[in-house]
Antibody
């Protein structure tokens, strides 16, 4: 059974960038996409974007289009989320999740445990 | 972008039935997925494609979708069902193609 293992907590200053990783353990990314979802403290879930690793194809929520880059390494089955120009309101838990298929109209069936990103001066 | 509206909270006694609604314009024409998020944990898929359950999810969890409302029903509620629940759909709008509902806190009395 595939598990998604995320990198550790990050503390960053406003204006800097953060890069979070998500590695598939016990499986690969083949025939799946990887999405990134964030959750600010006490708030709901917010989809940020996704990548289809075998094609390198990405799609982003317009809100993050200018600041987010999602990449993937097929060899190591690792996906990355990079968020730039960090603001205090980017403080959140960031989850990676496996899309059931490469179709955009699908669900997320496996989730990582999350990575806390804190933006503080 | 497409908006999904859920009640902020639902309270239910153990053994009773909880119903969580997810309202959206013509949501009945879309595939709705539901996630459970217990405190301090990552979300878990509990219903997908309106009515299907992933392996390992109890039959007590069921879904329906028609018109402008989708519903997640939890039968014979247990203390362990206390969590936040989110609905999710895909919308072809360019700005936010994957949309989550506002979330519902289920409290077991």
């Amino acid at each position: 059974q595939v598990q998604l293992v995320q990198s550790g907590a990050e503390v960053k200053k406003p204006g800097s960038s953060v890069k979070v990783s998500c590695q598939a353990s016990g499986g690969t990314f083949s025939r799946h996409a990887i999405s990134w979802v964030r959750q600010a403290p006490g708030q709901g879930l917010e989809w940020m974007g996704r990548i289809i690793p075998i094609f390198g194809q990405t799609k982003y929520a317009q809100k993050f289009q200018d600041r987010v880059t999602i990449t993937a390494d097929k060899v190591t089955s690792t996906a990355y989320l990079e968020l730039s120009s960090l603001r205090f309101e980017d403080t959140a838990m960031y989850y990676c999740a496996r899309d059931n298929t490469v179709d955009i109209d699908t669900y997320m069936d496996v989730w990582g445990k999350g990575t806390t990103v804190t933006v503080s001066s | 972008s497409y908006v999904l509206t859920q009640p902020p909270s639902v309270s239910v006694a153990p053994g009773q039935t909880a119903r969580i609604t997810c309202g959206g314009n013509s949501i009945g024409s879309k595939s709705v997925h539901w996630y459970q998020q217990r405190p301090g944990q990552a979300p878990v898929l509990v219903v997908y494609d309106n009515t299907d359950r992933p392996s390992g999810i109890p039959e007590r969890f069921s879904g329906s979708n028609s018109g402008n409302t989708a519903t997640l029903t939890i039968s014979r509620v247990e203390a362990g069902d206390e969590a936040d629940y989110y609905c999710q759909v895909w919308d072809p709008s360019r700005d936010l193609p994957r949309v989550f509902g506002t979330g519902t806190k289920v409290t077991v009395l």
